[in-house]
């Protein structure tokens, strides 16, 4: 959004219309001569110069804009209804004398009745829509709806056309307003009028023909085409929006109940493409003084139950978002889905504070980036406002789901990815101050929570991750099938990147790699930096050039159920520092054909690795580096060179043996058990059941071959069987159970 500031020029209708061509007469149906002048002036706008954010690398700050010209009224009479149009002589000499057209255009009732027309020239059609926008303004009503037909052709916009309430503006097949000045092409209201929450303009529809486009052609100026806010109930459909240079083509802000269906955006024009990021198509934004100018009360209203369905992008610098937002204040009902993003430079969908937010169904082709969900901006600067810090959610309940998704390399100057979920918690706040503004972000809880990522198709063609996860809580990441298409050299990413985020869940999404050994897709899951406690389940990685899953820095999470296979070095890995915290549970994961190694921790681990199957490694198949700590129980190993390895000041190779108790018997209300010794096991743990098929409850753990049960009960028959177990270190390796063996007690 753009700040404005309001400079007013008296000037007469005539002087400012004869510099554009035939003046229209005011559309009546009595002799001309009764009908009440209407006094004009022009007002003028000023776009401000939004802040770049900057995080990552730092986006271009949008340039500022010249001076839009505003048709207003400043005495404005009521237009009386008459029964006929005249056309004073004079203007219809000046009509013929040019090469320009005019048409009749009528103002229908809600029976379909015409009530008002007027004569619009097609070389200067401002002040003839604008009078009949202003006849709808005085006559229509929620229960009578006016509309404005436009016939076909190209119809020169010098001065902003301002609608009002009741009113349908439909463009016939073949109908163009074409800007023709540096001016809003479009807006609600004029800029002097003071309205409030959702309540300043309702029920005005913009439509094209069905199968079709009515169009609005920006003629490569650098002001956005359309701007609107306070209002409800509002529809844009079958609309083409084009052409503009360094500028939003729509932009909107405290507005309820909008649709934008059917509808075309393309044509930036801009020669400096690369980097300016800022500019979405389609702009959601903020009221916010200096931000957002010229629209009524800064009341702080806010977007809410937005519908955004079946348009298309093409060629635009962004497509639909904001970059702006206010602490604790949240768009909420925002649909977006069944859209087309074609040759996109920056995001598809960038959004901030967005919450009970679905973005469904979205065909995203060759774009820089998918799809951005933040909780805040990542560096404050002028485009973060501060507000009520108590209001802050906890709880963002959106979806992302379905969206298809072809990254490609566009030269864009940001971070790129097919989705991304960022947020932050703030422990101290954040001052600021840019282009002589100052304030602050306060301390708070930003993280991104209760956000489903599922069912996207993620398909890269360039060096990032298909899903990004920062400051992440709470949140589900499933069924997703992220595929990487082709070589890099620009860089190396993962399938799904995480950091600082805890208490997420990660589950059944496939990860593959199509583009051969020199693909950059170095990790397929990636969890670093302080992110805890998350499960990694029931995902499927083919092909990476280093690890499967990576774990860094960071403690309590669950890999279990995994399904990992042709990776480079290691199949699943745990390093740097994620020893002393809680363990990393690695539980009935497959993994075959994982290069060197199937599991492995680095130095100052702490792992659980249970019941998983580890074929063809040509190194280890567990592995424990220096100081690591944790326990190896029931894993399948096949074709592995060696099965464990802990290092304790050198390799120690272990190869977990399976007991075998020798022999079994009872007497004197004792049962005693026996088993031969088997190298390197230190301890021999004994448990027992009254069941075969029981659950086994440990009795003991002894260093000697034999143990005698007293813990028995006459004339019941016990099962037993026994583990050996190995300790190296910190780190425990329990071998295969023994059979079964049983026995009754006897006196």
Partial sequence: ADEETVIENAETDGENENSEGTEETEGSVVPAAEQPDTETVEETETEGTEQPEETEETEQPEATEEPEDTETTDTMEEAEPLDTEVIVEEELQMAASSNENTV??????????AVYTQTVSTASASKGLQRLFDYCRDYATAQNPMKIMVPAGTYQISSTLCVYSNTTLELVKGATLKRAKKTVLLRFGRSGEETYGYDGYQNISIIGPDGSYGVF?????????????????????????????KTHHMEFAGCENVTIDSCKFDGFVSSDYIGRSNYEALQLDILWPGHFGNYGAYDETINRNITISNNIFEKVSRGIGT?????????????????????????????????????????????????LFRHMIWDPGINYYTGDVS?????????????????????????????????????S?????SGGEAGMVPKGDYQVKGLTISGNKP??????????????????????????LQDDTRGL?????????????????????????????????????????????KNTIKGTRNYGIDIQNSTGNVITGNKVEDTAVAGITVQNGSCPGNSTQIVGNTLNNTGKNG??????????????????????????????????????????KSKVCIFKDQHRVVSPAQGKIAKISSKNKKVTLSWKKIKNVKKYTIYRSTKKKGKYQKVASVSKTKYIDKKVKKGKKYYYKIVPETKIGNVTVYGKESSVKSVKVKK
């Fill in 104 to 113: 009749e255009i009528a103002v229908t009732d809600a029976s379909g009745a």
């Fill in 459 to 484: 398909n890269l063609y360039h060096s990032v991750p298909g899903i990004r996860l920062s400051g992440t809580t709470q949140s589900i990441v499933e069924k997703n099938e992220i595929h990487v």
């Fill in 217 to 245: 052609d920006g003629n490569g100026i650098g002001t956005s085409m359309v701007r609107f806010a306070h209002a409800e109930n509002i529809t844009f459909k079958n609309i083409r929006f084009t052409n503009v240079d």
């Fill in 323 to 371: 970059h702006s937002a206010q602490t604790g204040k949240y768009m909420t009902g925002i649909v977006i889905k069944n859209n087309q993003f074609k040759n996109i430079m920056g995001y598809a969908i960038a959004g901030v504070n967005f919450a009970e937010t679905q973005i469904l169904d979205n065909q995203i082709e060759n774009c820089g980036s998918g799809i």
């Fill in 429 to 433: 706040e954040k001052s600021w101050e």
């Fill in 493 to 537: 990413s993962a399938g799904i990147f995480m950091e600082k985020s805890s208490g997420n869940t990660i589950s059944e999404n496939s990860i593959v790699n199509e583009a051969g050994a020199s693909s950059f897709l170095l990790n397929a899951v990636e969890i670093c930096a302080d992110s805890n406690q998350n499960e990694i389940k």
């Fill in 391 to 427: 209001a802050i959610r906890t709880d963002l309940q959106s979806v992302i789901a379905g969206n298809q998704i072809n990254i490609s390399y566009t030269g864009t100057q940001l971070d790129t990815y097919g989705i991304y979920a960022y947020g932050e918690i703030v422990s």
């Fill in 599 to 640: 599991i492995y921790g680095l130095d100052d681990t702490n792992m659980t690795v249970t019941g998983n199957t580890i074929k063809k490694c040509s190194q280890f198949g567990i592995y424990f580096g220096q100081r690591s700590r944790g326990t190896v129980k029931d894993n399948v190993f096949k074709s592995c």
